[in-house]
């Protein structure tokens, strides 16, 4: 690891572990942006499936909807990328080395990238493309194993350090 990745993550330590006010509100970000942006994902791939299995006018409605799903999703995740850095410079020595956490890091890539993917599929499926509704479909249903999956090695991750 970098020296001045270290020094940086020992002085938050430091800080960190002597304020309990801040280390709530350093956790409490992580939960909120998961709660909201994770929330909102889920709510959203759901909607996806029963789209695909509506109607004309219940496919018309998700796509309205799914541009301001997609906002609050990357909100919830700048929090929770910003609050996870955090959390993981309060204890740089053990996450770094933790298999756990390189699978989690790992599993937030893939939930980034098939965000990536769900949000162009809608965007084509809206300009008229109706072929994208599969790839719309596949995603949002990898993305609700993702997200579930990122969460339980998130609450894992503590025990496995």
Do not use: Q
């Not at 997609?70 to 609050?83: E, N």
């Not at 990898?142 to 090695?153: E, G």
């Amino acid at each position: 690891m970098a020296p001045i990745i270290a020094n940086a993550a020992e002085s938050w330590a430091s800080i960190y572990a002597a304020s309990p006010m801040l280390r709530t509100v350093v956790g409490f970000a992580h939960v909120a942006g998961l709660v909201g942006g994770g929330g909102c994902a889920i709510a959203a791939d759901r909607a996806a499936l029963v789209a695909w299995r509506s109607g004309a006018v219940e496919r018309e409605s998700y796509l309205r909807w799914l541009p301001r799903t997609h906002r609050a999703v990357l909100a919830g995740l700048a929090a929770v990328v910003v609050s996870g850095v955090l959390l993981a410079f309060a204890d740089l020595d053990a996450y770094w080395v933790s298999r756990a956490f390189w699978i989690k890091m790992a599993l937030v890539v893939a939930l980034l990238v098939n965000g990536a993917v769900l949000a162009s599929a809608g965007r084509r499926v809206a300009g008229g493309d109706a072929a994208r509704w599969r790839t719309l479909r596949v995603t949002s249903a990898l993305s609700l194993f993702l997200w579930f999956l990122t969460t339980l090695l998130g609450a894992a991750l503590p025990n496995a350090l």
